[in-house]
């Protein structure tokens, strides 16, 4: 299996360009291997476009996407989504029970509630402004101490 963060990997920052995407899922087809597509930090990208994800571009069906709330939703929350083909889901969702970590079930209710009654796009949206706006904060604040040392650049 490949575990990967694509966009903005933990903790350098760092997205997958397109033909390192297209590579690495060449590479799962030729040796078989399940790709876990990590994505906390996808959805609160507030400047630049974003890339298309590894699931988008697997034909075999090997991809599994990973999203969490913790990002979108409440910090901390600990829930999040997994997008993958049936036969792989029903394994994952075995492994999470045997595993024995559940998380807790207001938790997942309040989440479940929330999806039921909001749309999550319309609430990103706002999201990344202000973590655009938090962006700039830090890196005023560092280049007062480090002015030569910034640069920062979309991925
Ligand atoms: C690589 C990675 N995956 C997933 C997550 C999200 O974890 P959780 O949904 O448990 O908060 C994080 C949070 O920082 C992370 O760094």
Redesign the pocket.
């Known amino acids: 299996m490949i575990y990967t963060?694509p966009d903005f990997q933990?903790p350098a920052g760092v997205t997958l360009s397109f033909a390192r995407r297209k590579q690495l899922i060449a590479l799962a087809n030729c040796h078989g291997l399940i790709v876990l597509e990590?994505t906390?930090f996808r959805h609160i990208r507030f400047s630049g476009q974003n890339l298309p994800t590894l699931q988008s571009l697997d034909t075999e069906g090997r991809v599994i996407h990973?999203g969490?709330?913790?990002?979108v939703l409440v910090p901390?929350?600990?829930?999040?989504w997994a997008v993958a083909a049936p036969a792989l889901l029903s394994r994952l969702g075995l492994l999470r029970v045997a595993a024995g970590t559940q998380t807790s079930t207001l938790q997942r209710a309040a989440a479940s509630l929330f999806l039921d009654h909001h749309d999550l796009t319309a609430h990103i949206a706002p999201l990344q402004t202000a973590y655009a706006r938090k962006q700039e904060a830090i890196l005023d604040a560092i280049r007062q101490h480090f002015p030569q040392k910034i640069t920062v650049t979309d991925p």
């Open positions: 963060v933990n990590d906390p990973l969490s709330f913790s990002t901390g929350l600990r829930i999040g």
